[in-house]
């Protein structure tokens, strides 16, 4: 059974806090801190509780430090955060730093491994452990999937509100509910589009999985999707039926990825050498007019290359609509959010995930291993 921070007595604990720090850092500096904002009311409420708080985190490049997270972290939370480098060294919390940093999970194979040694190491640096690392919970790991077995364990107040806010979608949709997915991998949509054909009114389909669906409909999309196996195929033409589904009519076409300018044409004017990488006005013109008719909105994954300006343009423009928008809009994918972000409408949406491939999976009915391990967890 999961026990919930929010409701817990937790007090006067040294308690391990699993968070999904995994950011863009760039000339040595963080430069989207979405996700660690995400994670400090959870900080916050363990410290108001008088716990000394220790942050287990990783990094996708396993040669990333995470030192610098945390001078950006203490100015965050307007308190010193101490980095530690070593969780095998012996270690006892200064009283002028309640929160430590631990370094990069990733450093040791244990953590990938799902080590039981490493996750008791981890264990011994606390009493509790609260998992609040939701961009993280459909991967598995020792500091996921076994330290929660080890110790008293609790959801945290960010993962909460993720999982209160996706389920609303599921069970208690608002009706017309339009769905628009984005993002490049479309063997890992397919589970999502296929559920959503049955729950949404409408799917709109944007970004490189709309160019597979393209393809399979015999438009021919130039160099902007590899092929994908037969079995594959099969799936999509089955998805391709569906009256609800919207595809692109148009485009931002360049000669590769790498372009930093593009051009915009109709997809049946297509270069067999030319590249889609964004969404085109007559597109975005039919996703509006989806939107202007919807009470709530799922969004995730971006339309185009977001991070080159001449390809983010759909995606800015998505927003705007969708911020302008009534219905209620829940977005998601590590790109997506940090578009938002910049734009500064991060308030203009109803939930704001940050999780990518958590949110997806978790929408598509699929179980997060790191939620499932919290219901398994060690008892007092």
């Known amino acids: 059974m999961l026990r919930y921070l929010s409701q817990s007595p937790l ?3 040294r308690v391990l806090v ?4 995994n950011v863009p850092i760039a000339h040595g500096r963080v430069s989207d801190d979405f996700r660690i904002r995400a994670t400090l009311p959870t900080i ?10 220790i942050l287990l985190a990783h990094a996708s490049d396993k040669r990333q430090s995470l030192r610098l997270l945390a001078g950006h972290l203490s100015r965050l939370l307007g308190e010193r955060v101490t980095f530690r480098r070593d969780p095998f060294s012996e270690y006892a919390p200064r009283e002028s730093s309640r929160v430590v940093l631990m370094e990069n999970l990733r450093f040791w194979p244990g953590e990938e491994t799902q080590d039981k040694k490493f996750a008791k190491i981890l264990a011994d640096l606390g009493d509790a452990y609260v998992n609040d690392a939701f961009g993280a919970a459909h991967r598995r790991g020792a500091s996921l999937t076994v330290l929660p077995r080890l110790l008293p364990s609790y959801l945290g107040l960010l993962f909460e509100r993720e999982l209160a806010e996706l389920g609303r979608i599921i069970r208690q949709p608002k009706r017309p509910l339009v769905a628009i997915f984005g993002g490049a991998k479309i063997e890992t949509m397919i589970p ?4 959503f054909m049955r729950l949404a009114d409408r799917v709109l389909v944007g ?3 709309a160019n597979a669906l393209l393809a399979v409909r015999a438009f021919p999309i130039g160099r902007s999707h590899p092929p994908f196996p037969r079995s594959v195929s099969r799936l999509i033409r089955q998805l391709v039926q569906s009256p609800k589904l919207i595809l692109p009519v148009d485009g931002v076409l360049a000669q590769s990825r790498f372009s930093r300018r593009g051009r915009i044409v109709s997809f049946d004017r297509l270069s067999p050498q030319s590249v889609i990488l964004d969404a085109g006005p007559r597109t975005l013109n039919r996703f509006r007019r989806e939107i202007a008719s919807s009470r709530m909105v799922v969004w995730n994954g971006p339309l185009g290359i977001t991070e080159v300006r001449a390809f983010s343009r759909g995606t800015e423009a998505l927003a705007r609509a969708l911020a302008r928008s009534r219905a ?4 998601g994918g590590g790109d997506l959010a940090a578009v938002v972000d910049r734009m500064g409408l991060l308030g203009s949406f109803r939930h704001v995930s940050t999780g990518g491939g958590a949110m997806l999976t978790y929408l598509a009915g699929g179980k997060l291993p790191a939620l499932e391990a919290l219901k398994k967890s060690h008892r007092d």
């Open 328 to 331: 209620e809009v829940v977005i």
């Open 207 to 209: 970004g490189a999985i």
């Open 44 to 53: 916050r409420h363990l410290l108001r509780q008088r716990n000394s708080v």
């Open 18 to 21: 699993r968070v999904d720090f």
């Open 192 to 195: 999502i589009l296929r559920r």
């Open 11 to 13: 007090r006067l604990k």
